[in-house]
Structures are given as structure tokens and as C-alpha cells.
Nanobody, 118 residues
């Protein structure tokens, strides 16, 4: 099983970035896929989740319309589009997969750093 995040980097305040998470080794379409983030010295926090069927989305309280989660099941890829970025969005962003079949599972990616700074 692998979850590989990409797309992070240095972004100016007010800028945008799209993170990707490519999955392998499990049935991606059946998994609830999420993004979490962890800033230095802080706990890991929920960012967004997307669940099949129907692509139902949930967001963390701080997103306030700036973040959009999506998935492409044909490509086994999860995305997070982030706009109007702020310095407080600086964190390592992690991809997470959870499911029930064939047995309960949860997987994490290695994370991708997003730094918002001028």
C-alpha cells in the first residue's frame, strides 16, 4: 500500500496550490479519502474528506471556502485545491485512506510540506 503526496512547496500569501495524493495497493474507489495537516509543534488536524458513493465532502472549520477536495477514481488520485493561502496554512499535509473492506484499514502518506511566506 502506498499513498504518495505531491504538489507542496513555497507559496506566497494569497496564492494557490494543488496537492495530489496517488494511491496504490488497495481499492481506492471504496475508501474514504481525507487530508490532514500538521504545523510545527502542533497536533495533526483534519482538513477535508471525500466519501463515495456520490463524492460527499466535509471540511474543517478553518477552511471557510478556501479549500476544495476532489478525487479521480480512474486515476486513484486525491486532490486538495487551496486558494487565498495564509501564513497560518503552513504545515505538512498528509493524505489518509480509511475503509472497511475486506477488513478495517487506515493508511497514511508521508506528507508534503506547504510553506506560505513572502
Amino acid at each position: 500500500v502506498q499513498l504518495v503526496e505531491s504538489g507542496g512547496g513555497l507559496v506566497q500569501p494569497g496564492g494557490s496550490v494543488r496537492l495530489s495524493c496517488t494511491a496504490s495497493g488497495f481499492t481506492f474507489s471504496g475508501a474514504a479519502m481525507s487530508w490532514y495537516r500538521q504545523a510545527p509543534g502542533k497536533e495533526r488536524n483534519f482538513v477535508a474528506r471525500i466519501i463515495n458513493p456520490g463524492g460527499v465532502r466535509n471540511y474543517g472549520d478553518f477552511d471557510k471556502g478556501r479549500f476544495t477536495i476532489s478525487r479521480d477514481d480512474a486515476k486513484n488520485t486525491l486532490y486538495l485545491e487551496m486558494t487565498n493561502l495564509k501564513p497560518e496554512d503552513t504545515a505538512v499535509y498528509y493524505c489518509n485512506a480509511r475503509g472497511l473492506y475486506p477488513s478495517t484499514y487506515e493508511y497514511w502518506g508521508q506528507g508534503t510540506q506547504v510553506t506560505v511566506s513572502s
